[in-house]
């Protein structure tokens, strides 16, 4: 029955956040944080599938997950999949936005919150950036928000450096709405027992 659960979410939260990427981020080129904004100024610079690139970036990070924190792989490899499948599923060639930048940027980010948010309430996620910060955390002892948070305000700084002043303002608003919907999303949320780290 958890096996159903995990799968509806990782299909729904994939779907619905690929929508929120392909309908009203890739528009205006704002950006998510972490992988999936990579992944997007990939798209942005050269024209490259998002989602494929968020895979092939994230594979380091998996590699690196399969040897020391098994628990981990196993509950955010089914979420890269599907959620990078879903983002090249809805691209579209000439992408037009629904609304203006400022409400396509906050719509999106409530849809990418919400749903990485039904992702993470069934205790799986998309990996990437996470994965990323808990392996620092536990080396450096740097708390994983605060990683998170400069592994987010460095990718769209480096796409407000790329695109324009625009991209970085919208992007900045995007992340804020993907991290208050994350929030409440998986407010209540018993705290997940510690990962074994594998030696």
């Given at each position: 029955?958890?096996?159903?659960?995990?799968?509806?979410?990782?299909?729904?939260?994939?779907?619905?956040?690929?929508?929120?990427?392909?309908?009203?981020?890739?528009?205006?080129?704002?950006?998510?944080?972490?992988?999936?904004?990579?992944?997007?100024?990939?798209?942005?610079?050269?024209?490259?599938?998002?989602?494929?690139?968020?895979?092939?970036?994230?594979?380091?990070?998996?590699?690196?997950?399969?040897?020391?924190?098994?628990?981990?792989?196993?509950?955010?490899?089914?979420?890269?999949?599907?959620?990078?499948?879903?983002?090249?599923?809805?691209?579209?060639?000439?992408?037009?936005?629904?609304f203006?930048?400022?409400?396509?940027?906050?719509?999106?980010?409530?849809?990418?919150?919400?749903?990485?948010?039904?992702?993470l309430?069934?205790?799986?996620?998309t990996?990437?950036?996470?994965?990323?910060?808990?392996?620092?955390?536990?080396?450096?002892g740097?708390?994983?928000?605060?990683?998170?948070?400069?592994?987010?305000?460095?990718?769209?700084?480096?796409?407000?450096?790329?695109?324009?002043?625009?991209?970085?303002?919208?992007?900045?608003?995007?992340?804020?709405?993907?991290?208050?919907?994350?929030?409440?999303?998986?407010?209540?949320?018993?705290?997940?027992?510690?990962?074994?780290?594998?030696?």
């Amino acid at each position: 029955m958890d096996f159903v659960r995990k799968g509806l979410a990782i299909f729904f939260g994939s779907l619905i956040l690929s929508i929120g990427i392909n309908y009203f981020l890739v528009p205006f080129k704002v950006l998510d944080g972490g992988v999936i904004g990579l992944g997007l100024i990939m798209k942005y610079l050269i024209g490259a599938p998002a989602g494929l690139v968020i895979i092939c970036i994230s594979t380091p990070i998996f590699i690196i997950a399969w040897i020391r924190y098994r628990n981990y792989f196993y509950n955010s490899l089914h979420g890269l999949l599907v959620s990078s499948f879903f983002i090249d599923l809805l691209r579209t060639q000439q992408p037009v936005g629904l609304f203006g930048p400022v409400v396509s940027a906050v719509v999106g980010g409530i849809l990418v919150g919400l749903g990485i948010g039904i992702m993470l309430r069934a205790r799986t996620s998309t990996g990437g950036t996470d994965l990323l910060a808990q392996f620092i955390s536990d080396f450096s002892g740097i708390n994983i928000g605060i990683l998170i948070f400069l592994m987010d305000a460095l990718v769209i700084s480096l796409g407000g450096y790329l695109f324009s002043a625009e991209t970085f303002l919208l992007s900045i608003i995007t992340i804020c709405f993907v991290g208050l919907t994350t929030s409440l999303c998986t407010w209540n949320l018993p705290p997940q027992k510690e990962a074994k780290i594998i030696k």
